[in-house]
């Protein structure tokens, strides 16, 4: 299989790009792209394949990808910048800028456990119908209403799909606009990144489809972990109420999702424009370091399960989540345990690694491993990424 690779390559990270086209001979990639940075220069940024299953589109340099649970960063990144400008207290009640969501046993519920998934709102308390992940009224009146499904702060459970509603509703109570317009004013436009919450009609055209896994009936695979939910299965709305935010592909690859704002599962972007906004992360340019510090401190208990992502995976006996990131225990990001960043369903991944002053990002339409970083397309990028710094030499300390 001859693969045609665009971009470029810095010299002595060829490597990366040897692993990259791997990815097409050896694991599955249909079209994807590939970007780091060192100290906010690009080292990597590589494109190949497809933009469909038919073949009739190549993947250009600005094609944009839904990106799935990658997005949770960009949203979680827009609470950080109001943190950061002193408009949002993390151990503020919800109910303080977001009234209506003191029903229901919430008055208290600080806004930190928004973002550290320990808030027990892992979906409705009642079905709300097919297509409700489109009516941001209709899903955020329902949240606020919930009771939480398990005594908020005791314990983690992954928030798949109603981590956006939640945190970007905070956003948009204090800001006045929604999540997906503060993102593009207030981030990726100054920075010129393609990164999309709620991506225009005029940019649908560069938006590739995504492909179900080989081996897999297309359309067959969802944006969300499947129930059972561990600890909760012998809840009686479970089967129903934890398939809240489920689309087949057929809907993922359809304008009304593009266009719409769904902020913990359709951000739209280009691997340039992830490692771009982590890029400013890495290098201490958007956040201040307290802020940075803060955001990626664990907010979980030692060997803390999650009650929600299925077992079979490391994510399934303990993780520790930071506030709206993915923190790098397992070495998906690389040998820095600092770094963090955030996964996506089917493989994408992005991460800023300050301690070295490196960001990195993987998108992808082929639907692989899952949302942790563990999917081997991006394991071997990133793999190949640090054995490069290592040689040349990173800006600061590679880790252990």
């Not at 550290?116 to 097919?130: D, K, Q, V, W």
């Not at 929604?178 to 393609?194: H, I, M, Q, W």
């Not at 600092?338 to 994408?348: P, V």
Request: proline residues 7%.
């Amino acid at each position: 299989m001859t693969v045609r690779v665009h971009g470029t390559c810095a010299p002595g990270f060829e490597h990366v790009r040897e692993e990259f086209i791997r990815n097409f001979t050896e694991r599955d990639d249909l079209g994807a792209s590939v970007a780091a940075t060192v100290d906010g220069a690009f080292v990597v940024d590589l494109w190949a394949g497809d933009a469909d299953r038919t073949g009739s589109r190549p993947w250009e340099r600005d094609t944009l990808v839904n990106v799935y649970s990658t997005t949770k960063g960009m949203t979680a990144l827009c609470a950080h910048l109001l943190v950061d400008r002193g408009e949002l207290d993390l151990d503020a009640p919800v109910a303080r800028y977001w009234p209506r969501f003191a029903q229901a046993g919430k008055a208290d519920l600080p806004v930190r456990w928004l973002l550290s998934h320990r808030s027990g709102l892992i979906a409705p308390g009642e079905p709300l119908g097919p297509g409700a992940v489109y009516d941001w009224e209709k899903v955020t009146e329902a949240l606020a209403a919930t009771a939480p499904w398990w005594r908020p702060g005791t314990a983690q459970g992954y928030h798949a799909v109603t981590f956006g509603f939640l945190v970007g509703e905070v956003v948009r109570r204090v800001t006045g606009v929604s999540l997906g317009a503060f993102l593009r004013a207030e981030v990726t436009g100054p920075l010129g990144a393609d990164v999309f919450i709620g991506t225009p009609a005029s940019e649908h055209g560069r938006c590739a489809d995504m492909a179900s896994a080989l081996g897999r009936p297309q359309g067959a695979l969802d944006p969300v972990p499947e129930p059972p939910v561990r600890g909760l299965d012998d809840h009686p709305m479970a089967p129903v109420t934890l398939a809240f935010g489920y689309l087949p592909l057929s809907d993922v690859n359809g304008a009304a999702y593009r266009s719409a704002e769904i902020p913990a599962a359709n951000g739209h972007a280009t691997a340039r424009g992830l490692a771009t906004v982590y890029a400013e992360l890495a290098c201490g340019r958007l956040l201040a370091a307290e802020t940075v510090e803060r955001l990626r401190t664990g907010q979980s208990g030692a060997d803390e399960p999650d009650l929600v992502l299925r077992a079979g995976t490391p994510l399934a006996e303990t993780w520790q989540w930071g506030l709206g990131f993915m923190l790098n225990q397992y070495g998906q990001a690389g040998p820095n345990p600092r770094a963090f960043g955030h996964g996506g369903a089917g493989g994408s991944y992005a991460f800023a690694d300050p301690e070295n002053r490196v960001s990195f990002a993987y998108t992808m339409n082929r639907m692989g491993a899952g949302t942790s970083g563990e999917d081997l397309r991006s394991v071997h990028l990133v793999g190949a990424l640090y054995k490069a710094l290592k040689v040349l030499g990173a800006p600061g300390p590679l880790g252990s």
